[in-house]
């Protein structure tokens, strides 16, 4: 560690020398304004010395110099001062020192006042250390987070774009979607759909999509059976997830007559919204997917159908679990009611945008706790 001091006064100069030197700091010494600036700049010092009166200036202005000098180093300012008026010591404190000691001044006291300016400056440095490695880390982050968003954003865009049959509604609570949701029509005809929610949320939920979205377009392209796919699906997961780590899920295939098959597990109900304003439930009866392993899994599905004016909703917990600012859970009735309500409109894009309005305001200024994923489906 390096000490400046500043004295147009010999003997104080020699005694600051040997004072400092005792605690092992090395020393430069100066006797006027310019060779002062010079020295600073040349000698880097992490603690300066200086008095009120120096030739060829004056110390006052001299350490606002030296404190513009500084620029982000922290540089304790210590005024050895032969004036000791309340009215010198407040311009001292004005003009940026951080210490003011009258002349002739006792040693001892010197010797604490800059022990205790050392230790300043050894913090303030390894917070500077850590901060710049910090910084380091979290640009680091960045660049993985945005290296993640393009894969996983490239894939998801074989996704069906929303249409008259098809709308996707994700709503991250984090900058990554710990939900999925995936649908595409098979070569013959019949669309397949996944609805996933990962345990958790943000990028640690996100670690399955991958592997979960290329299983899931192979089987499209394959025109896997249903069943096998989530045996496929539960197989990925366990074998890349960790225990405490699951995905629960729907998956569907909707015939062109409006006939579907579907495996559900660890989701709330799936609910089809009638013509007729009626709600009718789909159980999600199995386990999540990546809990059991391929011998304990269930792959078998269940049957129902979609009219002419039906609407299948797949959501995910973030939508029955989403709070407002008094702490109220949004709940399995509102949003019953909620999907009786919306998806009687005829146009299913405007219905599942007036969906994401009302839960937007049930929300106001409540941070959301989930991510929030809704698929809407509709024959031809």
């Known amino acids: ?57 004056n110390g006052l202005e001299l350490v606002k110099k030296l404190k513009n000098l500084s620029g982000s180093r922290f540089v304790p300012m210590l005024f050895l001062a032969s004036h000791t008026s309340d009215s010198v010591m407040d311009q001292c ?15 001892m006291l010197f010797n604490i006042r800059l022990k205790t300016h050392m230790r300043h400056v050894a913090l303030v ?23 993640a968003h393009q894969v996983l954003d490239h894939i998801q865009t074989r996704s069906e ?36 929610d990962f345990t958790g949320h943000g990028l640690p939920a996100s670690i399955g999509a991958l592997p979960v979205m290329q299983t899931f377009f192979d089987a499209v392209d394959d025109l896997t059976s249903l069943s ?92 029955l679990e989403l709070k407002n600012t008094e702490g109220n859970m949004y709940g399995e009735e509102q949003v019953k009611a909620l999907i009786k309500m919306s998806y009687g409109d005829k146009n299913l894009m405007r219905a599942q945008t007036r969906t994401e309005r009302v839960l937007e305001e049930y929300l106001g200024d409540a941070v959301q706790l989930d991510d929030i994923t809704l698929v809407a489906l509709r024959t031809e």
């Open 161 to 196: 774009k929303n249409s008259d049959q098809v709308v996707i509604t994700r709503i991250a609570a984090a900058s990554f979607n710990g939900d999925l949701a995936l649908v595409k029509t098979r070569a013959d005809g019949a669309r397949l759909a996944f609805v996933g």
């Open 228 to 319: 096998e796919l989530a045996i496929k699906i539960n197989k990925t997961l366990n074998s890349i997830l960790p225990d405490y780590m699951f995905c629960a899920g729907y998956l569907i295939l909707l015939s062109p007559d409006g006939h579907f098959n579907y495996w559900g597990g660890g989701m709330p109900d799936a609910m089809i919204r009638r013509s007729s304003g009626e709600l009718d439930c789909l159980k999600s009866r199995h386990m999540p997917l990546g809990v059991q392993s391929t011998c304990e899994f269930d792959p078998s599905l269940e049957r129902n159908q979609l009219k002419a004016g039906d609407t299948l909703v797949i959501l995910s917990d973030g939508v």
């Open 1 to 57: 560690m390096k000490l400046l001091c500043i004295d147009s006064e010999p003997v104080y100069r020699d005694i600051l020398t040997l004072c400092a030197e005792r605690e092992g700091l090395n020393v430069k010494t100066v006797a006027s304004y310019h060779e002062a600036i010079d020295a600073f700049k040349d000698f880097v010092p992490d603690i300066v010395t200086l008095d009120v009166i120096i030739k060829g200036g």
């Open 125 to 147: 440095k390894e917070m500077y250390k850590k901060n710049k490695a910090l910084t380091f880390f979290q640009t680091m982050i960045e660049r993985e987070h945005e290296m």
């Open 93 to 107: 404190f004005h003009s940026g020192a951080d210490d003011f000691l009258p002349k002739p001044f006792d040693e």
